[in-house]
């Protein structure tokens, strides 16, 4: 028995849960075939989970070999990040954050007694302003999230005459969206801190899996039809990702 024992369906194109054995550890891989990707790629995601991502003209087998090769290092990530976990930014006041694509700055409101954090136009309120607001800011968001993005998916599924069984709307740690087999899309909440057009594309992208399960070259084309400027919104989304967390 080898550390690694891939588990996998051939016939599914998306990401694959096995595991990898680091000592006494049994860690969650996320097997990914990335059409775009030149080469074989571990990582190891803030979570403490992993990310094995197979190239196009990969195969799951080499996959399994270039884990094998790079098992030292990967274990050596693992203790680094059991020493010093990572922990979530705080947010205070006078934060900077992203929403609708903007930075804004979280500042404090009173009304008498009760007091409120200004994040843009949204007023969210708080018991107490001091301190780290990011659970209480970050809950507001979500459920602002909630309320528009499902609504926007079931506009753009009707539009292109796409079937949507639900939506969900979650905290994914390295992924914007995703689609399921049954047609439920799944949306990551910090979607409501990008541009819309960022958003919509992000829609789009998923609703477009409902053609084509993959990302093959026909799934881009798919993509570009119905958002032709797609590649701005992968372009903003690289170079603001670490304002989205």
């Known amino acids: 028995m080898t550390w690694f024992n891939f588990i996998l369906n051939r016939a599914e194109p998306v990401a694959q849960k096995v595991f990898l054995t680091v000592g006494d550890l049994q860690i969650p891989v996320a097997v990914i075939r990335n059409h775009r990707a030149r080469r074989y790629l571990l990582r190891l995601r803030p979570d403490g989970s992993a990310r094995l991502t197979i190239p196009r003209r990969g195969s799951v087998i080499e996959g399994h070999r270039f884990a094998e090769r790079n098992k030292k290092w990967f274990g050596r990530q693992v203790e680094k990040l059991l020493a010093n ?17 903007q930075l804004v700055i979280l500042e404090v409101e009173m009304n008498g007694e009760t007091s409120a954090v200004r994040v843009g136009d949204e007023m969210v309120p708080v018991p107490n302003v001091t301190g780290d607001l990011r659970s209480r800011v970050m809950k507001h968001l979500w459920k602002l999230a909630a309320a528009e993005l499902a609504p926007k998916v079931y ?15 979650r905290n994914q740690r390295s992924r914007w969206g995703s689609c399921s087999r049954r047609a439920t899309i799944s949306l990551n909440w910090k979607l409501i801190q990008a541009p819309p057009f960022v958003r919509d594309y992000i829609i789009l ?8 399960m993959n990302h093959s070259e026909r799934f881009w084309r798919e993509v570009e039809g119905v958002c032709p400027k797609y590649k701005t919104a992968e372009k903003w989304l690289k170079e603001h990702s670490s304002l989205l967390k």
Do not use: C, D, Y
Request: hydrophobic share 40%; aromatic share 8%.
């Open 85 to 101: 976990p990572i922990k979530p930014k705080q947010w205070s006041l006078g934060t900077e954050i992203l929403f609708r694509g």
């Open 205 to 212: 992208h998923e609703l477009m899996h409902l053609r084509q």
């Open 155 to 169: 506009e753009f599924a009707a539009a292109h005459q796409l079937k949507v069984q639900r939506v969900t709307i």
